[in-house]
């Protein structure tokens, strides 16, 4: 099965703009979820969609938002961007729901100048 | 909040000597405790998990150990080498879905 991958890899950004992550989970995975990876705050929950649903969320701003579609893809979106967003943003998908493995993909690096 | 505090921030072994790291979790309902392994510039990868139905569990030189009642877990690497040099990651899970709370994360490195 192909893994879990996220598009686009790399992204520059200003601050205000907003941008559109992409997160197409490994096939007959239901559930994705999303962290933030910075060096000072590590690895964050930001959201899990499952069945295009949010089943869960973190404890980030309304600027960040997300949806799931029907094939189980997935996107999120940050709104109005600060310099502070500058991150690793990582998904990972997994087949349903709790105590199983999480598979990441390999993040999209956003940089917001 | 949720909060899992993960210890020591930076490990630094001896070839073919034992590493330990521990992790203590908050929240009670919390019933999954996986650990990631990072490597510079790559995604996390899980090397072991644990339920909360189990108070050890084991894979070749790799183990983790739970007490719920003491809300913590262990993450213990034997005969390490070089290739385990990356950063580990505890994490305590939600039985509510694929939510993860993550520790801080360890920096290990094996020294040849």
């Known amino acids: 099965k192909a893994g879990v991958t996220q598009t686009p890899r790399y992204l520059i950004k200003t601050r205000g703009q907003q941008v559109t992550l992409s997160c197409s989970p490994i096939?007959?995975?239901?559930?994705v979820s999303w962290y933030q990876q910075t060096p000072g705050q590590g690895l964050q929950f930001l959201f899990e969609?499952?069945?295009?649903?949010?089943?869960n969320k973190g404890n980030f701003p309304g600027r960040f938002s997300g949806r799931q579609f029907s094939n189980s893809r997935s996107e999120m979106n940050v709104s109005t961007l600060e310099l502070g967003d500058s991150a690793l943003y990582l998904c990972?998908?997994?087949?349903?729901?709790?105590?199983?493995?999480?598979?990441f993909g390999p993040g999209t690096r956003l940089t917001v100048l | 909040g949720e909060n899992v505090e993960q210890h020591p921030s930076t490990l630094s072994v001896q070839e073919g000597d034992s590493a330990v790291i521990k992790c203590t979790y908050s929240d009670s309902a919390s019933n999954y405790f996986p650990w990631y392994k990072q490597e510079l510039g790559k995604r996390p990868q899980l090397i072991i998990d644990?339920?909360?139905?189990?108070g050890e569990k084991k894979d070749q030189r790799i183990a983790v150990t739970l007490n719920k009642t003491a809300k913590h877990f262990s993450l213990h690497i034997t005969e390490t080498q070089p290739e385990d040099s990356a950063v580990y990651f505890c994490?305590?899970?939600?039985?509510?879905?694929?939510?993860?709370?993550f520790g801080a994360g360890t920096i290990l490195r094996v020294k040849s």
């Open positions: 994490a305590a899970g939600s039985p509510y879905g694929n939510k993860l709370v």
């Open positions: 990972a998908s997994s087949p349903s729901g709790g105590d199983v493995e999480q598979f």
């Open positions: 096939s007959g995975h239901r559930s």
């Open positions: 969609y499952f069945s295009e649903t949010q089943r």
């Open positions: 644990i339920r909360s139905n189990v």
